[in-house]
């Protein structure tokens, strides 16, 4: 370890099923670090489904897959690797790491983290509102059987300066698992609280979360992926993090993909709640960010700033919600309206009696005129149902009456049964102090270890959003085209938040950036996506990246584990926006 240097932290894993070769993939060139993000919001409640069926698991087996496969490799690389893939059971998947070190014959220090797991301490916690709506868990149906408080970084640094080269952690912030790396190289530790101990701090966390989700920020879900070289074969990012916060986003050269200031830009935007991102180590502000190109793949992060973190950190809770399911039918050819509204009566009919804490319809694709082939004509109509009760969605109650419209159906109607009886997760955030917190680190011989965390916090600031947009310039003559020919965009979501960036792509016309804050407007927003009609919509400018940000509330219900939306998570609404016609001006197509 050397603080002179900037410390490379690679990424590899996004997501609980990332790819198999992503640990081998990071370790394809020099890192000093490799991070795994595995935990989504409703993650933990499925790890809780397979830990009830077998006490000893609650972490995620694909990580362990992972690290069996490429242990040797890590050990010879001199890595360390740092990952939240312990989920419910950390001590449990570190235990499955030891074991997997000592049957491949290698040395390695494995530590784990805890703290995060509330669940039994709920009645101790207060009112616990509902992070959106204000509504007391104790006002709601829910029984939680998971509880997990995001942990910050300062016990990660803790556990590689012990010596550990795997750190097993729970429910951290997906940005923890970097900044604590970054805090253990540079020796940075949690009692400084100058303003430029703030900065620093709030830099790792901007780098963290570029990478957090891997190869996103080489062109992965990217707007601009047809420009992408072997977008078919996307490497993940690293991130050079400098003592001061700075840093370089980058990637191993024999990897597919790109880092742009596009790139990096599609991802800074993403699951954000505007330029103040909180973090239990650091505020962090992004009002004034810039990205800049430095040389191929690699693009600088700087003006990021940082100020004392809240007193609070987030409590992600999950319940049993029932039972869901869906069944997709298909209409085609003529006469669409007709068939739909039919269909309609059907279900209409069939699920009067049923007690349903929701039933959706909705129509997927438009059928194009003069259909070249069969699958060019028809529309997906999905009804998605969920009860408290099995029984009234079950195949017998729900599946089996909708697949028999078969006969007195529309004409040519065919179905396809996707879900019967999955188990609804409800999703409830809240706030809890972080003094609650028994954050500690456990050494492989057992030692419990009290981490220190940062002594100065402050309550946090309600965000404030920008100005409305301006007026429109007057750039000349105008045509009807769609959003997307001027502005990329990247969606992502919180709960029941859909977040929405988009922006002047980087080499554009300048004047791009100055249409593109007056045009989009929060009624313009809400003109172009008709679900966002009635619901809260905060708006946000990013003046160094060329950005608007919008956060719409409750436009994705109760959030991706219950909603029952076809999209659950929001994860093509930019896309879907970029499609919808505005007047673009002519100069600027």
């Known amino acids: 370890m050397s603080a002179a240097r900037p410390v490379r932290i690679a990424n590899c894993a996004g997501w609980l099923w990332d790819r198999f070769s992503g640990l081998r993939d990071a370790l394809a060139g020099p890192v000093d670090v490799v991070?795994?993000?595995?935990?989504?919001?409703?993650?933990?409640?499925?790890?809780?489904?397979?830990?009830?069926?077998?006490?000893?698991?609650?972490?995620?087996q694909s990580?362990?897959?992972?690290?069996?496969?490429?242990?040797?490799?890590?050990?010879?690389?001199?890595?360390?690797?740092?990952?939240?893939?312990?989920?419910?059971?950390?001590?449990?998947?570190a235990a499955e790491v030891r074991r997997v070190v000592a049957d491949a014959g290698l040395d390695l220090v494995v530590a784990h983290v805890e703290g995060d797991d509330l669940s039994a301490r709920l009645d101790s916690l207060g009112a616990l509102e509902h992070l959106d709506t204000g509504v007391p868990l104790a006002d709601s149906e829910l029984e939680p059987t998971t509880a997990n408080a995001y942990l910050g970084g300062w016990g990660i640094a803790a556990a590689l300066a012990d010596g550990a080269d795997v750190v097993i952690c729970p429910r951290v912030t997906d940005a923890s698992l970097t900044v604590g790396a970054a805090a253990w190289w540079h020796r940075w530790g949690p009692e400084e609280v100058g303003a430029a101990d703030w900065d620093r701090l709030a830099g790792a966390v901007?780098?963290?979360?570029?990478?957090?989700?891997?190869?996103?920020?080489?062109?992965?879900?990217?707007?601009?992926?047809?420009?992408?070289?072997?977008?078919?074969?996307?490497?993940?990012?690293?991130?050079?993090?400098?003592?001061?916060?700075?840093?370089v986003i980058t990637k191993h050269e024999v990897a597919g993909g790109t880092v742009t200031t596009d790139t990096v830009t599609a991802q800074l935007l993403y699951e954000i709640q505007g330029p103040t991102y909180l973090n239990p180590d650091v505020t962090v502000h992004l009002d004034d960010v810039v990205l800049t190109q430095v040389a191929p793949d690699r693009v600088e992060i700087t003006g990021v700033t940082g100020s004392p973190p809240p007193t609070t950190t987030k409590l992600a809770m999950t319940a049993p919600g029932g039972f869901e399911s869906s069944v997709a039918f298909y209409a085609t050819g003529l006469d669409l309206e007709a068939k739909v509204a039919l269909l309609r009566t059907h279900v209409e009919r069939i699920t009067a009696g049923l007690d349903l804490s929701l039933l959706r319809v909705d129509r997927i694709g438009t059928p194009v005129e003069d259909p070249p082939d069969q699958w060019a004509a028809a529309q997906q109509i999905l009804v998605t149902a969920q009860?408290?009760?099995?029984?009234?969605?079950?195949?017998?109650?729900?599946?089996?009456?909708?697949?028999?419209?078969?006969?007195?159906?529309y004409p040519g109607l065919y179905v396809n049964p996707l879900k019967v009886c999955a188990p609804v997760v409800e999703y409830w955030p809240a706030l809890v102090p972080v003094d609650a917190l028994d954050h500690v680190v456990v050494s492989a011989d057992g030692t419990r270890t009290p981490v220190k965390d940062t002594p100065v916090r402050v309550a946090a600031a309600r965000q404030r959003p920008?100005?409305?947009?301006?007026?429109v310039p007057d750039?000349?003559?105008?045509?009807?085209?769609?959003?997307?020919?001027?502005?990329?965009?990247?969606?992502?979501?919180k709960g029941g938040n859909s977040n929405i960036g988009f922006w002047a792509g980087a080499g554009g016309d300048e004047r791009a950036w100055e249409w593109l804050r007056g045009t989009l407007s929060t009624e313009r927003l809400r003109a172009l996506f008709p679900d966002a009609a009635d619901v809260a919509i905060e708006r946000h400018e990013f003046p160094g990246l060329r950005a608007v940000h919008f956060v719409v509330h409750d436009v994705l219900g109760k959030g991706a584990s219950s909603n029952g939306r076809p999209d659950i998570a929001g994860k093509a609404v930019a896309e879907f926006l970029r499609a919808r016609f505005v007047e673009v001006p002519e100069c600027l197509i």
């Open 387 to 409: 009860s408290r009760t099995r029984s009234q969605v079950d195949a017998r109650h729900f599946v089996a009456p909708l697949t028999g419209l078969f006969l007195p159906g």
């Open 475 to 493: 750039l000349g003559p105008t045509r009807r085209a769609p959003l997307g020919l001027v502005a990329h965009g990247r969606c992502g979501d």
């Open 35 to 60: 991070t795994g993000d595995y935990l989504a919001e409703p993650t933990l409640r499925q790890l809780a489904l397979e830990r009830a069926k077998d006490p000893s698991l609650g972490y995620a």
């Open 63 to 93: 990580f362990l897959a992972q690290f069996t496969d490429a242990v040797g490799l890590l050990a010879e690389r001199g890595a360390r690797l740092v990952v939240d893939a312990g989920g419910l059971n950390p001590a449990g998947l």
């Open 466 to 471: 920008s100005d409305d947009a301006p007026p």
């Open 206 to 247: 901007a780098a963290a979360h570029v990478i957090e989700c891997g190869p996103q920020a080489t062109g992965g879900n990217f707007s601009g992926f047809t420009a992408v070289p072997r977008v078919d074969d996307l490497g993940y990012p690293i991130a050079e993090i400098a003592a001061d916060g700075t840093a």
